[in-house]
């Protein structure tokens, strides 16, 4: 049963978003092969998912095998899929059997669309990342006939060129296309397998779908795959290459299908796609704003409009106090304002809001009903809880007031807002509310840990209690910790020694989760302020993480308006006790970085760290990003460094996909909090880096361009 607990959970969540999400669905998940990807049973279609859908599809066949996959449509006409297989191998008679745990990538690009007649036409890379056992390539073509009818056929190497195959046609072009290498016993996986696209000989497919109702499907394939790795390990018997199957669509999220492989064996296909276009609360459940109070005409009421207000301490404070109840009343939390005849400047806090824009339309409604008329200047200068400024926006009242009801009222006032930076910003008097600093917050809540494939249990988790608290004595300084007791689960049961020959950064994880105790996830001290224009900085000391503490500091070059940023990040550490208390070991790391930052535009953005690691290798990470407008964020990072394959080992390099899910998709109510999880096929010591919280880049890319005018559609929300 530890083999299919990873597939259990994975499915489990995915069906309740699935549910969720197919009660607003729009264009609906495609069927999914086997393995994953839009097809037929085995064999792989031209069709691409809707535009970023995330798909979890469970594969689990009679004879033990199962695979359990993850892809994602990261745009219009490119695919990648993660996967986790099982296979038993047979060991000699009366011996029973072991098991194989496979990690995989998948990278499709779709070279045609469909048109009236021009079939969609596909090239895709299957396992070409991994140990071997799936990689195969291949180019496929599908022709949607009519409503009731799809054909596909294609060509394809690798594993995909076993049955019925023929000499490489690229051979024409090359004779390095002659002859496939095939993967080396004992070498560590996890390698771009490049010597071997498209090499070798190969071989045809082709299958047909037949869709008698909306909800029914039959398929039929002729498979191109001889299904070799499973005839050798005694777990296959192939007696044809012609494969059946009929699948059920559940909902516009959930598919069912059960299909005959080879003549021999039967399978089950579980299928659960979500959408981050496809909110399961449609458009949201925000509570109503107020609206924009709007001033009197200075002819009809002109003592509304005096100024003999200014310098008045008691009538300042007496709008002070009401703006910040006004500002709590619309989830927002008042630092600091600024009052003058012709200008109000407010810093604030936004707790509850996905989009700053969104907080920035709620504050200006929030000042348009108790600031004097006299003023026409609003300066919104919104804060992250480590008391940042990123931004500063200008706009005119006057421009709120016209603009509101406008059918593209957020666009316009974009149009004629002011971006500043926050530093330049002059303070003519600020004053901070009485409750700024200083601030102290507590919270007692669950936690969940989770490790994957570890291949004794492929899903080990932890559920407990956390007790986390944060002191903000002073603007910018933060001290804040946590202490944690594990209730119920199983990490503290792995067993696996560490094999690693690098310092043991990462790979003795196993032994900080073996305490029964109260732990100390991490407990610091940490100064945050912006030393000039364009800059911001931190400090930090104490038990940074749950495995180093030391001290860390970084700078950060990020101008409001610019796409590009800039960071220096340096930091000296020492390896904790197994305990998680306040202990330390003797392994010493230093790790210092260089980060470049930058959005490509269409909510995509990348980020490249050059410097060394934990384990004192030197290399650099790349890590790409798709954010979607409602804050779903989708990506994947690798990392490359001097540490060769052999002495990285299993894996031969760290790589891995990431998914940050924001908790108001979901619920349709307000909220900054996420979840998230970090899929790595394995936990080695190369190329590991510290788990800061509070890095500086993360924290005000929403403060500024471009983000801040991504954002700008919800500012009348």
Not at 21 to 45: K, N, R
Not at 551 to 572: D, M, Y
Not at 587 to 614: E, I, K, M
């Amino acid at each position: 049963m530890r083999a299919f607990r990873t597939t259990a959970l994975i499915g489990a969540a995915s069906v309740a978003l699935s549910a969720a999400s197919a009660a607003s669905a729009q264009e609906q998940s495609l069927s999914t092969s086997s393995y994953g990807v839009p097809g037929l049973i085995d064999m792989p279609s031209a069709r691409m998912q809707p535009d970023g859908e995330l798909v979890t599809s469970v594969a689990i066949l009679s004879n033990g095998v199962a695979r359990t996959q993850l892809s994602f449509q990261l745009t219009p006409r490119i695919q990648g899929v993660f996967r986790y297989a099982t296979l038993p191998d047979f060991l000699p008679v009366g011996s029973g059997f072991i098991r194989t745990y496979d990690r995989s990538f998948d990278f499709r690009y779709q070279l045609f669309r469909e048109g009236r007649l021009m079939p969609a036409v596909t090239v895709g890379l299957q396992d070409f990342g991994g140990t071997g056992i799936y990689s195969g390539e291949y180019l496929v073509a599908t022709k949607t006939i009519n409503d009731q009818l799809t054909v596909t056929g294609g060509i394809g190497w690798g594993r995909l060129g076993t049955n019925g195959s023929f000499s490489n046609p690229l051979s024409a072009i090359s004779d390095r296309f002659d002859t496939r290498p095939g993967f080396v016993p004992g070498s560590s996986g996890g390698e771009f397998s490049t010597g071997q696209w498209f090499r070798g000989d190969a071989a045809l497919f082709a299958g047909v779908e037949y869709r008698p109702t909306d909800r029914w499907t039959l398929k039929a394939e002729y498979s191109s795959d001889a299904y070799l790795e499973e005839e050798a390990r005694g777990i296959f018997t192939r007696k044809t290459p012609l494969n059946f199957g009929v699948e059920y669509r559940v909902n516009d999220g959930i598919n069912v299908g059960a299909y005959v492989l080879g003549g021999s064996e039967v399978g089950l296909n579980l299928q659960f796609g979500v959408n981050p276009k496809r909110p399961p609360q449609g458009s949201g459940r925000d509570p109503a704003p107020r609206p924009v109070t709007v001033r009197p005409a200075r002819s009809d009421i002109p003592e509304a409009w005096t100024t003999v207000w200014v310098g008045n301490e008691a009538v300042e404070t007496a709008v002070g106090t009401t703006l910040d109840a006004l500002m709590t009343e619309a989830g927002l939390e008042l630092i600091g304002y600024d009052l003058s005849a012709d200008r109000a400047e407010v810093r604030f806090r936004n707790p509850t809001y996905i989009s700053q824009a969104q907080a920035m339309g709620r504050a200006v409604r929030a000042m348009s009903a108790i600031v004097p008329a006299s003023v026409e200047t609003f300066v919104l200068i919104p804060e992250t809880a480590t008391s940042l400024a990123g931004g500063a926006v200008v706009l005119r009242r006057s421009d709120i007031e016209a603009l509101e009801n406008s059918p593209n009222g957020a666009a316009e006032v974009l149009a004629v807002a002011g971006l500043v930076d926050a530093v330049t910003v002059r303070d003519q008097g600020r004053r901070y509310t009485e409750d700024a600093y200083p601030r102290f917050n507590w919270n007692l809540g669950p936690y969940f840990g989770y490790s994957l494939f570890d291949p004794d249990d492929p899903l080990r988790y932890d559920i407990g209690a956390e007790l986390s608290a944060s002191w903000e004595p002073v603007r910018g300084m933060v001290v804040e910790g946590a202490l944690r007791q594990r209730i119920v689960g199983n990490r503290d049961e792995s067993n696996r020694p560490s094999n690693s020959v690098l310092p043991r950064v990462r790979t003795d994880t196993p032994e900080f989760l073996k305490t029964n105790d109260p732990f100390i996830p991490y407990l610091t001290a940490e100064y945050f302020f912006r030393p000039g224009k364009d800059l911001y900085a931190r400090t930090s000391a104490g038990l940074l993480e749950d495995q180093f503490g030391g001290v860390s500091a970084e700078l950060l070059w990020k101008p409001v308006a610019s796409p590009l940023a800039i960071g220096l990040e340096v930091n000296q550490v020492r390896q904790r006790d197994f305990d998680g208390l306040l202990g330390f070991q003797d392994l010493d790391a230093t790790t210092a970085f260089v980060s470049a930052y930058y959005d490509h535009g269409n909510r995509f953005f990348s980020q490249v760290d050059v410097g060394q690691y934990l384990a004192g290798d030197r290399g650099a990470t790349y890590r790409l990003t798709r954010e979607f407008s409602n804050g779903w964020q989708v990506g994947a990072f690798a990392t490359m460094t001097n540490v060769s394959a052999e002495d990285f080992g299993e894996g031969s390099f760290d790589k891995g996909i990431f998914l940050s899910l924001p908790v108001s998709w979901l619920t349709g109510r307000p909220s900054r909090d996420r979840a998230g999880v970090e899929i790595k096929p394995i936990q080695r010591d190369g190329g590991a880096r510290l788990n800061l919280r509070h890095r500086l880049y993360p924290q005000v890319r929403d403060l500024s361009d471009p983000q801040l005018g991504e954002q700008w559609g919800r500012f009348w929300r």
